[in-house]
């Protein structure tokens, strides 16, 4: 692959602002710019944990994760290795005997005849690998390899950063509602209160009984009394 090309990849990832995409968005952003990047790559993907479980995330072709299962049903292969070990594994073609002989049997039969994998690591933890597949035997070259691991370590800070980013929007959001709701259910008890003449405990207890009882969230109790009470307020 022409220098430019890498070069290109790198720069506009570099751009990349997180905040403008979800991270599944930022994924496949990634695997695009990887395929241009590295030129022997007919097809990438990104092996990641899903709901504990080590699984292709994201990829470029359907094929991918197919070929990926096997390396999960049986627990090895170069993109488990390249995850777990943090290391760059790579097959020189799916044809010849090897380590992992169940993946590369999968991989000929599905025409991927040699694969790259590479860790995404920032500050010492994996946080998946990117995989390479190509159709050719012996695609990936020393020059192919050292343009795959500097793309790799940028797209990890990427990603690293885009998780970041949604983990804090989704707390900020998270805590934003909370506060909403606290308030609503704050004015809920003051209307019971004066309505029935009751203590503060005993107004959070007849919302608590209510929301049980119709099995509605608190909040939306709150939201209803307070609702219903603006409304009568409005009625001459």
Same mark, same amino acid.
């Given at each position: 692959?022409?220098d430019?090309a890498?070069s290109?990849s790198?720069?506009?990832?570099s ?7 979800t991270?599944?968005?930022?994924l496949?952003r ?5 395929v241009?990047a590295?030129?022997?790559a007919?097809m ?5 944990l ?9 990829y470029?072709d359907?094929?991918a994760p197919?070929?990926d ?7 090895r292969?170069?993109c488990l290795a390249?995850?777990?070990?943090t ?6 073609s ?5 380590e ?7 991989g000929a039969e ?5 694969t790259?994998s590479?860790?995404?690591v ?8 990117m995989?390479?597949y190509?159709r050719?035997?012996r695609?990936?070259?020393e ?5 795959a ?5 940028q797209?990890a ?9 949604w ?5 900020s959001?998270?805590l ?7 308030a609503v259910?704050?004015?809920a008890?003051?209307i ?6 009751v203590?503060?405990d005993?107004?959070?207890d007849?919302?608590t ?6 099995n *509605?969230k608190?909040?939306? $109790? &709150? @939201? %209803? *009394?307070?609702?219903?009470? $603006? &409304? @009568? %307020?409005?009625v001459p």
């Amino acid at each position: 692959m022409p220098d430019s090309a890498l070069s290109a990849s790198l720069a506009e990832l570099s751009r990349f602002f997180v905040g403008d995409n979800t991270v599944e968005e930022t994924l496949g952003r990634v695997m695009d710019l990887t395929v241009d990047a590295v030129a022997p790559a007919d097809m990438v993907a990104l092996t990641m944990l899903v709901e504990g479980r080590e699984r292709t995330a994201v990829y470029t072709d359907e094929l991918a994760p197919e070929i990926d299962q096997t390396q999960y049903d049986t627990g090895r292969g170069p993109c488990l290795a390249a995850f777990t070990e943090t290391r760059v594994t790579e097959i020189h073609s799916t044809l010849e005997p090897g380590e992992w002989p169940e993946f590369r049997t999968v991989g000929a039969e599905h025409g991927i005849l040699s694969t790259l994998s590479l860790p995404l690591v920032v500050d010492k933890t994996a946080m998946g690998a990117m995989n390479l597949y190509s159709r050719r035997e012996r695609a990936f070259g020393e020059g192919d390899r050292a343009d795959a691991e500097l793309f790799a370590a940028q797209a990890a800070i990427v990603l690293a950063n885009a998780q970041a980013y949604w983990d804090a929007h989704l707390l900020s959001t998270g805590l934003a509602e909370a506060m909403r709701s606290r308030a609503v259910i704050e004015q809920a008890k003051g209307i019971l209160m004066a309505a029935e003449g009751v203590d503060e405990d005993d107004a959070f207890d007849m919302l608590t009984r209510a929301s049980q009882r119709e099995n *509605i969230k608190l909040r939306d $109790i &709150a @939201r %209803r *009394i307070v609702d219903d009470a $603006i &409304a @009568r %307020r409005r009625v001459p």
